[in-house]
Nanobody
């Protein structure tokens, strides 16, 4: 089974930027589409962004389009989430996830999950 380890969370002021990383181990990285999800206190986990195996297709939630960028480096088994112009409503625990669906989806029904990294946007 694949293991996922997120890093890069922290406290940032509104309008600031953060870059999250998620390194995978234990299985070949390129068999997976990769995604980022988040869960705010009292809310359900929600989709943020996804990228296909060869980094040619991406998907974003409407709430982050134009502000967040997902990318992956298959040689390093790592997926990234660059977050710009952060807003207080982006505050959540961010999780990376794997998906083996043939096409890129946004629901990741049978995902493996990392432990999460906290992102807090506050002045």
């Amino acid at each position: 089974q694949v293991q996922l380890a997120e890093s890069g969370g922290g406290l940032v002021q509104p309008g600031g930027s953060l870059s999250l990383s998620c390194r995978a181990s234990g299985r070949p990285f390129t068999i997976y589409n990769m995604g980022w999800f988040r869960q705010a206190p009292g809310k359900e986990r929600e989709f943020v962004a996804a990228i296909n195996r060869v980094a040619t297709v991406t998907r974003y939630a409407d709430s982050v389009k134009g502000r967040f960028t997902i990318s992956r480096h298959n040689t390093d088994n790592t997926v990234y989430l660059q977050m710009n112009n952060l807003k207080p409503e982006d505050t959540a625990v961010y999780y990376c996830a794997t998906d083996t669906s043939p096409a890129l989806t946004t629901n990741f029904a049978n995902a493996n999950w990392g432990q999460g990294t906290q992102v807090t946007v506050s002045s």
